[in-house]
């Protein structure tokens, strides 16, 4: 007995089978043969014979040693922990893990034409300008996406519908408007809101960063792509595909011999030809081909995330540390103060003291107006900023913490809200004195835009904050799509020929300068000052020659039609009348 008591060792107090435990004095970690390992290193101290730092043994190793030294059986570790607990604690993955979604689902037909398709349109449609061409070629990049996006097993929901019509219906803005600032702005705003209706983005993370996820998958998307392409090839091909394509190669055969015989026996019937197709035997082929390329990527791109979305939704951004009630309070009440205080003198002067200040200032009238409204936008800007931060760091441990928060940010974003009321007023001051331009007309416009933000923010604090980032997000794409719709460039004609109808005054030098969309209005004055504001857009117009209809907007058929039935006259004096101050001009 006593030898076997020796085999056994001195831990084997009630047999060979009985559970071993680990000594009270022992450092916590995972036990590997007697030695401790910690939970982040990759290293220990070596405990035999004095010996030095070493690395951690092995499996087999450790269950070698364990049984010679406790007597166990071959290969066991008493100290191991049980299979499927982890030992060591795993690194925390990286952002690009957390937002990566599953494998995409297969390529499918419908998207491969799709994408072909889009990148079809684009060569032809994109090369002469951007007009009604640019919403066709995006038609069949989104017909790919949503094939994608369904073979994927994904369903619309009503906030990705709103996008994707908000996507469609900002495009109808290069449709319509010939000015180039409304219509880029309106494709940057279609770009994100397609971004948004292919992520599903609903948080801050997700409306920030997802029109990046579109840049982000284009190599993917062509590795995906190809993919397709190969196991459609390899694999069991389609018995519908064969016909399709005998039928389009017939049809196009058909096209081609009767329209060839119709256009050589009418005039009329082959210039409505020569205009509805595209012109393919100038030199713009590399541009074509360039084109063809970036509207196939563009709308693979797009198939790709309908397929299998990044979700930055899934990124959280961690509150700072709370504050205390007086240390986040304190700043903030006495901006609320300072806001009041500015408040009731702007009350006083924009409604009723106006003359009164202009004296005791010594300012002119122009000075006055427009130097305040550029210093109340950049305050309109620092006060969400300042609104940002401040719910950072608020204090939120109990339900009077966060109504001390409601009551502050409500306070200072309603006493915004008239700061914004009186920027807008000193505008419309500045406008009536000196004329409407595009710079106006577009900081007013922000300047109204970062107002109902501010609505939304105290919605939110009333209602909730959680459709507040796609709400910011939407007023935008809104804010831009009725930018469009009313002509920029019409409405800065229009206010300029009002005011020159009214005391006689007109910048002649500025409105030649405007876009085919100003020559409606531009057309009600009287000549010579008609000939010289339109001169310059109808030598615009001669030297951009003949447009296919699908790169034509709108405004230019109106103003070519217009100059086409009342041309210009060429020998006009065009003696310029009395302008507004040139230094007060922005």
Request: net charge positive.
């Given at each position: 007995m006593a030898?076997?008591?020796?085999?056994r060792?001195?831990?084997?107090r009630?047999?060979p089978?009985l559970?071993?435990?680990?000594?009270a004095?022992?450092?916590?970690g995972?036990?590997?043969?007697?030695v401790a390992?910690?939970?982040?290193?990759a290293?220990v101290?070596?405990?035999?014979?004095?010996?030095?730092?070493?690395p951690?043994?092995?499996?087999a190793?450790?269950?070698?040693?364990t049984?010679?030294?406790?007597g166990g059986?071959?290969g066991?570790?008493?100290?191991?922990?049980?299979a499927g607990?982890?030992?060591?604690?795993?690194?925390?993955?990286g952002?690009d893990?957390?937002?990566?979604s599953?494998?995409?689902?297969?390529?499918t037909a419908?998207?491969?034409w799709?994408?072909?398709?889009?990148a079809?349109?684009?060569?032809?449609?994109?090369a002469?300008?951007?007009?009604?061409?640019?919403?066709?070629?995006?038609l069949?990049?989104?017909?790919?996406?949503?094939?994608?996006a369904?073979t994927?097993?994904r369903?619309?929901?009503p906030?990705?519908?709103v996008w994707?019509?908000?996507?469609?219906?900002?495009?109808v803005?290069?449709?319509?408007?010939?000015?180039?600032?409304p219509s880029?702005l309106?494709?940057l705003a279609?770009?994100g809101?397609?971004?948004f209706a292919l992520?599903?983005?609903?948080?801050?993370p997700?409306?920030?960063?997802?029109?990046a996820?579109?840049?982000?998958a284009a190599p993917?998307?062509?590795r995906?792509?190809w993919?397709g392409?190969?196991?459609?090839g390899?694999?069991?091909r389609?018995?519908?595909?064969?016909?399709l394509?005998k039928?389009?190669g017939?049809?196009?055969?058909l096209?081609?011999?009767?329209?060839?015989?119709?256009?050589?026996?009418?005039?009329?019937?082959?210039?409505?030809?020569e205009?509805m197709?595209?012109?393919?035997?100038?030199t713009?082929?590399?541009?074509r081909?360039?084109?063809f390329?970036?509207g196939g990527?563009?709308?693979?791109?797009?198939?790709?995330?309908?397929?299998?979305p990044?979700?930055w939704?899934r990124?959280?951004?961690?509150?700072?540390?709370?504050r205390?009630?007086?240390?986040?309070a304190?700043?903030?009440i006495?901006?609320?103060?300072?806001f009041?205080?500015?408040?009731?003198?702007?009350?006083?002067?924009?409604f009723g003291?106006y003359?009164?200040v202009?004296?005791?200032?010594g300012?002119s009238?122009?000075?006055y107006?427009r130097?305040?409204f550029?210093?109340?936008l950049w305050?309109t800007?620092?006060?969400?900023a300042?609104i940002a931060?401040?719910?950072r760091?608020?204090p939120?441990?109990?339900?009077?913490d966060?109504?001390?928060?409601?009551?502050?940010?409500?306070?200072?974003?309603l006493?915004?809200?008239?700061?914004?009321?009186?920027?807008l007023?000193?505008?419309?001051l500045?406008?009536?004195a000196?004329g409407?331009?595009?710079?106006?007309?577009?900081?007013?416009?922000?300047?109204?835009?970062?107002?109902?933000?501010?609505?939304?923010i105290v919605a939110?604090?009333?209602?909730?904050?959680?459709?507040l980032p796609?709400?910011?997000?939407a007023?935008?794409?809104?804010f831009?799509?009725?930018?469009g719709?009313?002509?920029?460039?019409?409405?800065?004609?229009?206010?300029?020929?009002?005011?020159f109808?009214?005391d006689?005054?007109?910048?002649?030098?500025?409105?030649?300068f405007?876009?085919a969309d100003?020559?409606p209005?531009?057309?009600?004055l009287?000549e010579?000052l008609?000939?010289?504001?339109?001169a310059?857009?109808?030598?615009?117009?001669r030297?951009s020659?003949?447009?296919?209809?699908y790169?034509?907007?709108l405004?230019e058929?109106?103003?070519?039609?217009i100059l086409?039935e009342?041309?210009?006259v060429p020998?006009?004096?065009?003696?310029?009348?009395?302008?507004?101050?040139?230094?007060s001009r922005?």
């Open positions: 030898q076997r008591a020796a085999r060792g001195p831990f084997a009630g047999g089978n559970p071993l435990r680990r000594p004095d022992s450092p916590r995972d036990r590997r043969g007697g390992v910690s939970e982040n290193a290293e101290p070596g405990t035999a014979g004095g010996a030095g730092a070493g951690v043994p092995g499996p190793a450790q269950g070698a040693g049984a010679g030294a406790v059986p071959a066991r570790d008493p100290w191991k922990a049980p607990v982890a030992v060591a604690r795993a690194a925390a993955p952002w893990a957390v937002v990566r599953g494998p995409a689902a297969p390529v419908a998207t491969l799709g994408v072909l398709g889009a079809v349109a684009a060569a032809l449609l994109l002469d300008g951007v007009g009604i061409g640019l919403l066709l070629a995006v069949p990049a989104a017909v790919a996406a949503y094939a994608a369904r994927a097993g369903r619309a929901r906030w990705s519908l994707a019509a908000g996507c469609l219906a900002l495009l803005v290069p449709a319509l408007r010939d000015s180039a600032w880029f309106a494709v279609a770009f809101s397609a971004a992520h599903g983005s609903r948080t801050w997700g409306v920030l960063l997802g029109p996820g579109l840049f982000a993917g998307a062509v995906w792509g993919a392409l190969r196991a459609r390899a694999g069991r389609d018995p519908r595909l064969l016909p394509l039928a389009a017939v049809a196009l055969v096209l081609v011999l009767f329209g060839a015989l119709f256009a050589s026996a009418d005039a009329a019937f082959a210039e409505l030809l205009r197709t595209p012109d393919l035997s100038g713009d082929g590399p541009l081909l360039v084109l390329v970036l990527l563009a709308a693979l791109a797009a198939a790709r995330v309908a397929a299998a990044m979700r939704d990124i959280r951004v961690t509150p700072g540390r709370a205390s009630r007086a240390e986040w304190l700043p903030l006495v901006l609320d103060l300072l009041a205080g500015f408040n009731a003198v702007q009350l006083t002067v924009l003291g003359p009164e202009l004296e005791r200032t300012l009238y122009a000075e107006a130097q305040g550029w210093q109340l305050a800007v620092l006060t969400l300042v931060l401040a719910l760091w608020a939120r441990s109990s339900p009077g966060r109504r001390l928060v409601r009551a502050v940010l409500g306070a200072l974003c006493l915004t809200l008239v700061v914004v009321a009186s920027a007023r000193r505008m419309d500045y406008v009536d000196y409407l331009t595009r710079l106006r007309l577009s900081v007013a416009a922000v300047e109204l835009w970062l107002g109902v933000v501010l609505v939304l939110a604090g009333v209602f909730g904050a959680r459709l796609r709400a910011v997000a007023s935008a794409g809104a831009v799509l009725t930018f719709l009313v002509s920029p460039d019409g409405l800065v004609a229009g206010r300029n020929v009002a005011r109808e009214r006689g005054r007109l910048d002649l030098e500025y409105v030649q405007l876009s100003a020559v209005a531009l057309d009600r009287p010579p008609r000939s010289c504001a339109l310059g857009i109808r030598e615009e117009l030297l020659g003949d447009v296919p209809w790169a034509t907007s405004g058929r109106r103003a070519r039609r086409r009342r041309p210009p020998d006009a004096s065009c003696a310029r009348p009395r302008s507004f101050d040139r230094g922005y």
